[in-house]
């Protein structure tokens, strides 16, 4: 089992940054492969950025690409979003997810992929 706790949502305002995090806890952190999905009400989960093991790949939703960019510290169990120019449409509840690295050809956009996911952390934007 991989328990992961979000942390850093908050309310900002539209142009402003945020940074979450969610640290890792149960198995060996490096042997997974990270994402970040974020759900607004009344909308699925979407994915929203992902990193592999070691941090040498990282994918990105299209909304997000040239704003956000997400990494990890393995030492620290943690892997992180940076989300600068927030924009209103970019609110929602973010949701840290892992899965095993081994065996995995996917493309790291699916959800379903993805074993083991945190609470969430609500991000809002003010207009």
């Known amino acids: 089992q991989v328990q992961l706790v979000e942390s850093g949502g908050g309310l900002v305002q539209a142009g402003g940054s945020l940074r979450l995090s969610c640290a890792a806890s149960g198995r060996t952190f490096s042997n997974y492969a990270m994402g970040w999905f974020r759900q607004a009400p009344g909308k699925e989960r979407e994915f929203v950025a992902a990193?592999?093991?070691?941090?040498?790949?990282?994918h990105y939703a299209d909304s997000g690409k040239g704003r956000f960019t997400i990494s990890r510290d393995n030492a620290k169990n943690t892997v992180y979003l940076q989300m600068n120019s927030l924009k209103y449409e970019d609110m929602g509840v973010y949701y840290c997810?892992?899965?095993?690295?081994?065996?995995?050809?996917?493309?790291?956009?699916?959800?379903?992929?993805?074993?083991?996911w945190g609470q969430g952390t609500q991000v809002t934007v003010s207009s």
């Open positions: 997810a892992a899965r095993l690295t081994l065996g995995y050809r996917g493309t790291y956009r699916t959800k379903n992929d993805y074993a083991y």
């Open positions: 990193i592999n093991w070691n941090g040498g790949s990282t």
